[in-house]
């Protein structure tokens, strides 16, 4: 989606707001004991409360409202019966639909706090989707944002998830341009425009390379049994930088 005005700068930034509350919320209130089945009602309930739709059911007809994956699932998590348990590392990711505009957020975490190595992990990872946040410019390369993620992911000692990428959003959930890397990409020529809307999502990890899918067809796995963990933002270049629409 390219924005044209700002009643469609308006809507995403409602939608991004959503999508960032239903976030927090449902990290606010995991609990060691629950299943990702009832966490994932708890953000369906967020969702429906504010009028919004869950865009992976709507899209793609996923099994749930929101996607959980406790480690070592890392992305595309399905909610189900799984118990989480105190230091698990937990993703979520929300991403919903409403007034015809679409948003995506995520974040990972340990439940209750963890060892000093997970926890450092997930500033990292933190740190490492402001380092790509901060190259969005209209007229500069779309390999600019993968690019400084992946100079900060070589500096710390991690590796990144190489076929899980960023892409455009706003109208739909996945749209052009599609497969942005987060990560270096000598082949990406392709330049952000003024108004574009796209996500920028790095998976930081300890040693995994890629995602490999599991056998009910949507979660994903690192092929190595390593720690990662996935950040996400929906946002709008400018002249001047990024605007962020995912803020609660």
Known sequence: ???????????????????????????????????????????????????????????????????????????????NETVIKRGDLINIDVSAERGGFFADTGGSFILHGGDGRAETLCRDGRRALWAGIHKVKSGARLASPGEAIEAFARKNRYSLIRNLASHGVGRSLHEDPKSIPMWTDHTERRRIWRGLVFTVEPFLSRGADWAVQGNDGWTLYADQPEPTVQFEHTLVATDRGAVIVTTA
């Open 1 to 79: 989606m390219t924005i044209s005005s700002e009643d469609e700068l308006d809507g995403l930034k409602q939608i991004g707001a959503i999508v960032a509350r239903t976030l927090k919320v449902m990290i606010a209130q995991a609990e060691p004991g629950m299943s990702t089945r009832e966490l994932d009602a708890i953000g369906a309930e967020r969702l429906s409360l504010e009028g919004a739709r869950s865009a992976p059911a709507l899209s793609y007809g996923f099994p749930g409202a929101t996607c959980i994956s406790v480690f070592p699932a890392i992305a595309h998590g399905v909610p």
